[in-house]
């Protein structure tokens, strides 16, 4: 497989995110975000870890940026710290927190890397979080002026911006089952969460694409492979409403399809916090849409799983191979999704925004061997190629993520990185699978 069967326009890249490797969280001015609250209770990240330090991207961002470089990958991902901008969330702009973003994209532009931003990937600041967050309807102005300040502040220099990360992940886990920050849960934080997300991922889109027309606007979503446990109809059709739960329901409003509830009844308990005119305001007319897929996920009937009556039958109880997050080791997976979005007529264009696996890496004499991720990348790649070829839009290609770091929940245990971090000096190695992307970027 050569990269030239993908074309010279394609993509490729890599992904990461400001909370899972910045650190400094509160240098320069920064407010405390959700997560740095989560992170400090009891209880709620593996082994008590924090992302005070990370990969300390804040300080060494010049280092890993060579690394990119030396990779020869041409794109970066990164996110904005919406509390670096805007320690409190609104008002006041801490110029300090714009300069390190214009010092990232400045840096990324002199070694010729195209940088991506993503205004929210999950750091909401803690003090909008103290007047409701994501369930209070005033963060649709909030998150607007915000994308306002960054389209202002470091337009000139993008070409490619992305609104949100995976906001089913955000809402569902940290709204629903509470197990992300902010830590909420139930449904009465879940309905309001989707729906404010998918009304500020809306206006966001159209303050970018106002200000930067040229510019390609994006927004991004988790997606898996769902399949059902056997093709007995209850197993089919939990499998469906897991399907609009995990991978329709935040996509189809902004497509303008509305919410997907005509499957799931429990869903048109969002229709509550609606308002006149919102089914015009939740859509938006993307350039591309980011999808994030790592594994597929199988699912059968359960009577007793409250509102979907449906449940995941887990990857170890399937007794198939396992990454570090237990999560199935399926890069197929990756060429039904693309397939299942292409159908969407109103999607122009995908990018796979994130893609990879964690693995129990090693350091053996200072090498890392990780032939697991390797192959798991390569046959990613591999079956995109394929989807690609039978005429979905699939354009764009980008490994999560550069280096080892904070997998939120999970610590710093699951290693997703092309290079490994010594999180005790802050060494980076260059891992089997990054050399392996480097030579097949060259
Ligand atoms: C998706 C998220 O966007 C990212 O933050 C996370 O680390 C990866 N998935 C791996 O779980």
Same mark, same amino acid.
């Given at each position: ?74 794109? +970066? ?76 502040? +470091? ?288």
């Amino acid at each position: 497989m050569e990269k030239e069967l993908f074309g010279k326009d394609f993509k490729w890249g890599v992904s990461t995110a400001a909370f899972q490797i910045e650190g400094s969280c509160s240098s320069d001015g920064k407010g405390a975000s959700i997560w740095d609250t989560f992170t400090a209770r009891k209880g709620k990240v593996h082994g008590g870890q924090n992302a005070g330090v990370a990969c300390d991207f804040y300080n060494l961002y010049e280092k890993d940026l060579d690394i990119v470089k030396a990779l020869n990958i041409p794109n +970066f991902r990164f996110s904005i710290a919406w509390s670096r901008i805007l320690p409190v969330g609104k008002g006041a702009v801490n110029q300090k927190g714009l300069d390190f973003y214009n010092r990232l994209i400045d840096a990324c532009l002199e070694r010729g890397i195209d940088p991506w931003p993503t205004l929210y990937h999950w750091d909401l600041p803690q003090a909008l979080e103290d007047l409701g967050g994501w369930t209070n309807r005033d963060v649709v102005e909030w998150f607007s002026a915000y994308a306002d300040i960054c389209a202002r502040n +470091f337009g000139d220099r993008i070409g490619h911006w992305m609104v949100m990360n995976e906001p089913m992940v955000f809402t569902g886990a940290g709204h629903f089952l509470g197990v992300h920050a902010p830590g909420r849960t139930g449904l009465k934080n879940f309905f309001p969460a989707v729906h404010h997300a998918v009304l500020s991922m809306a206006a966001g889109g159209r303050i970018l694409k106002a200000s930067q027309p040229h510019a390609e606007i994006g927004t991004t979503f988790s997606c898996s492979h769902i399949e059902p446990y056997s093709q007995r109809s209850w197993d089919v059709s939990a499998a469906n409403r897991a399907d609009v739960l995990f991978n329709r329901l935040l996509i189809e409003p902004v497509l303008g399809m509305g919410y997907p509830d005509k499957d799931v009844s429990v869903m048109k308990g969002i229709r509550k916090y609606m308002l006149p005119g919102d089914e015009e305001k939740m859509a938006f007319d993307f350039d591309f849409i980011g999808i994030q897929t790592y594994t597929r996920e199988v699912i059968r009937y359960s009577l007793l799983t409250p509102y979907l009556h449906a449940k995941l039958v887990k990857a170890e109880k399937r007794k198939v191979p396992l990454t570090a997050m237990k999560w199935e080791v399926y890069p197929e997976g990756i060429y039904p999704v693309i397939k299942k979005y292409s159908q969407y007529k109103q999607i122009k264009k995908i990018y796979i925004t994130e893609n990879g696996a964690a693995f129990p890496d090693t350091v053996t004499n200072g090498t890392v061997d990780d032939q697991e991720r390797l192959a798991f990348i390569r046959t990613s790649i591999q079956e995109l190629l394929r989807a690609r070829e039978e005429g979905c839009p699939a354009e764009g290609y980008f490994v999560w993520t550069l280096t080892d770091n904070f997998e939120w929940a999970e610590g710093y245990r699951p290693r997703f990185g092309l290079v490994h971090v010594d999180f005790e000096t802050q060494e980076r190695r260059v891992k089997s699978s990054g050399k392996w992307y480097r030579d097949f970027l060259k």
